[in-house]
């Protein structure tokens, strides 16, 4: 077999990666970065100085497709102009209409690959550089192939990484493509995520993120999620441990407990609710109802834990009944933070097939009706910590202003006249809270 890697070795092209989508996504990017930058590539300040263009794309709502295809329009007239190689991969290409489109209708696009054989990249780039070749490779949604782990060169923040610990899902939520374009759970082995994580902590990382489509369901080396939480924890270096994202269904006790009394572990647990009504849950397989959602939501806040939630309004057949249910639960539980959207039609899933959709203006007013509801509540939560002391992990810095992370997730602007670096730890005062922040000054 080719070592394509050592073949694309020293032709010193640049690339750009544009990312779509959730943070299973951007550490996929990270991952190509990693890959290209192993041979020699370097990464563009922007799509059009680069010789390599690729687009990690998300399939999840037909808002994520439109920004795509928004975006190739404005390539197809840039290669009218100079030449570089478009590369688009991710989620889209891995349904079946969707890479039919882009192969017959977007034919500019030099590359068109799939969420399980990215680590083909540098084979992909030789058959386009050296044959002039048009590849269109796409693993099946049912069975992707085990993923290679790269070791990963460039990160946003070089104080925190995302981690996998496992890939696809099992649940078939009747409105989500996910299971069918990332394929069926597959759990990392403990052993090679602890040393994923004390080669990050050597590296300087200090905060990591536990990544799954549904981590509480991992299952790696017969050890649960809850131990390799304990496990995690004793890494030297790392301060701070987060994972996303949960399933209601399986959160258990034993996960709840050790959340709380683990310092390292983040007091927040971002859990989706997608509906308040039993009904809808049941129709979207959710597998939990209302009631066992609100039993949940308040053990995690008598343990001190955060909780933040999307939820979706308009699913097909989804009453005003079923959605006064919904903003019943938003005000029991208190939301810390909601991503909130409107129902979107995903071809190849159940839902897809509903002939009761929701009329649009309907499903506008519920939106704005749910965003009323979330926001004063969240903007409370908020206006609780003025005059607190928290501590934050610092992110970013201007000119001795800073964006910060409390450990129950908030978002923490403050100022300092002293210098700090991200990853710092960091007292806060805090002075004044909105909706979707706080501020303050470092004591």
Not at 236 to 252: A, E, L, Q, V, Y
Not at 328 to 345: E, H, N
Request: charged share 25%; net charge neutral; aromatic share 8%.
């Amino acid at each position: 077999m080719k070592d394509y890697r050592a073949l694309l070795a020293g032709k010193n092209l640049s690339y750009f990666i544009k990312t779509y989508g959730c943070q299973m996504n951007e550490r996929d990017s990270e991952k190509m970065a990693g890959l290209l930058e192993q041979i020699g590539f370097s990464a563009a300040q922007s799509a059009e100085s680069a010789d390599i263009v690729i687009y990690n794309t998300c399939c999840v709502r037909e808002s994520a497709e439109d920004k795509v295809f928004g975006h190739l329009s404005r390539e197809k007239s840039a290669k009218a102009q100079r030449q570089f190689i478009l590369a688009i991969g991710g989620c889209m290409p891995q349904q079946a209409e969707m890479a039919e489109l882009l192969r017959e209708k977007h034919k500019y696009a030099d590359i068109v690959f799939g969420t399980g054989n990215r680590h083909r990249l540098p084979e992909f780039l030789w058959r386009v550089i050296e044959n002039g070749e048009r590849v269109i490779d796409i693993s099946e949604g049912e069975n992707l192939p085990e993923i290679t782990d790269i070791p990963v060169t460039t990160r946003e923040f070089p104080h925190k990484a995302g981690v996998n610990i496992m890939y696809g899902c099992d649940n078939f939520c009747s409105f989500c493509i996910v299971p069918h374009v990332r394929g069926r759970e597959k759990s990392r082995a403990v052993a090679d995520i602890l040393a994923e994580i004390r080669a990050l902590a050597e590296d300087g990382v200090r905060e990591i993120m536990l990544l799954g489509q549904n981590v509480n369901s991992y299952a790696g080396d017969s050890s649960g999620f809850p131990e390799l939480l304990r496990l995690a924890h004793e890494i030297d270096g790392i301060r701070r441990i987060r994972f996303m994202t949960s399933h209601p269904k399986d959160f258990s006790d034993e996960l709840i407990s050790a959340v709380k009394k683990l310092p390292k572990v983040c007091k927040h647990v971002h859990l989706p609710l997608q509906s308040g009504s039993t009904r809808v849950l049941a129709d979207m397989n959710r597998r939990y109802t209302k009631e066992e959602y609100l039993v949940l939501a308040e053990k995690l806040h008598t343990a001190g834990i955060a909780v933040t939630t999307d939820i979706i309004v308009g699913y097909p057949g989804e009453t005003d009944s079923d959605f006064e249910d919904t903003l019943d639960v938003v005000r029991r539980v208190k939301f810390a933070g909601a991503f909130t959207f409107i129902y979107s039609k995903r071809s190849g899933t159940p839902a897809a097939e509903r002939t009761d959709l929701i009329p649009r203006k309907v499903a506008n007013e519920r939106f704005d009706r749910l965003t009323a509801a979330l926001y004063p509540i969240m903007t409370a939560r908020n206006e609780a910590k003025i005059g607190r002391a928290i501590e934050v992990m610092t992110e970013s810095a201007g000119e001795y202003q800073y964006k910060a992370r409390s450990d129950d997730n908030t978002l923490v602007h403050f100022s300092a006249e002293a210098a700090f670096s991200p990853g710092d730890i960091v007292p806060v005062k805090i002075e004044t809270a909105k909706t979707f922040y706080v501020s303050g000054r470092a004591l």
